[in-house]
């Protein structure tokens, strides 16, 4: 087992314990809907000894009973292809997280290594609004600068950047200017390799020390935020 995924031998070694799983749609799939829903489906037929988070309830029953929580999202907003209403399928199946782009450009907008920055289209912006309506945490980690402030410009809601870090710490595309952390409500990494800056031992401490002062931010909100969400609609 790699050290740093997620598995259920060392999960009930730590319990409780709340994961993300994200069903990745790689920008290949020519079809992102049938590929996101084939995730989804499998993770249904196959969650032995995991809970689906869903409520307040049910995240107390699992900190209290030790159990092992799981939080579904959706990487790359390709997987509602044209049709908004697949956003609907989704929230139906308990989806919390759903993202805009991965890496390239999609309907959606440009993602971090697309040629050219034109930030969300108009159907992007349709879709961070419906997310905002069903209550489901809109993530900018892969976008491009420009969606991520078209983004940060059409929704008034949590967002949050799952696996991204300090562009200053380490000038990855991927990672996200302090103009940009100063205005996400989330900043989390999970993936170390664009967490260190591997050309010095002081970019490798500074950035340790970055990701501890933040993971408790993003624990408790992304929570706090799921339960909250799904009590008021």
Known sequence: LKKYDFNLIDAKMENPVIQNLAAFVHTDFQNGFERAKDIVDYYFSNKIDTILLT???VLEDVIRN?????VLSIENGKAIEDNLENIDYFYKKGIKI??????????LGSGCLSNIDNGLTAFGKA????????NI?????????KTFWDT????????IATHSNCYNL??????LKDEQIK???????KVPSYLLNNESTSGEIKSKITLEALKDKYAINVLIDMIETERKS
């Open 137 to 145: 945490l809109i993530d900018i980690s892969h976008t491009s600068e």
């Open 66 to 70: 030790k159990k092992i929580g799981v």
């Open 55 to 57: 409520d307040r309830k």
């Open 152 to 159: 940060i410009a059409n929704t008034n809601k949590t967002i």
């Open 183 to 189: 205005e996400d409500d989330v900043f989390y990494q």
């Open 170 to 175: 380490c000038n990855h595309p991927r990672n």
């Open 98 to 107: 759903m993202g805009i782009t991965w890496n390239d450009e999609n309907l």
């Open 127 to 134: 879709y961070v609004k419906r997310l905002e309506e069903k």
